[in-house]
């Protein structure tokens, strides 16, 4: 079970994927690079590199649910 502190919550608007703020630099509304497609393929089992946008910072996805993506390390503040 991966922890709560990996998980950040994101949104889909019309194809596509934008978290609320980056969990790195703090920008708002942010667009990622990532289709409704690969989401399935994560939940699936396959892992996925993201790297925000605005900043750089990378996590490695190991999962999704309709919801939040779940990353390898945590990415919420403590």
Not at 2 to 26: G, L, Q, S
Not at 66 to 72: C, E, H, K, S, T
Request: net charge positive; glycine share 2%.
């Amino acid at each position: 079970m991966i922890p709560f502190a990996n998980t950040w919550p994101y949104e889909i608007i019309m194809k596509d994927i934008y978290v609320h703020e980056c969990p790195f630099c703090r920008s708002a509304n942010v667009l990622l690079p990532l289709k409704p497609a690969e989401l399935k393929l994560i939940h699936e089992g396959c892992k996925k590199l993201l790297v925000f946008p605005c900043c750089f910072n990378k996590v490695t996805l190991l999962d999704t649910d309709r919801d939040y993506l779940l990353a390898d390390r945590p990415i919420r503040p403590s």
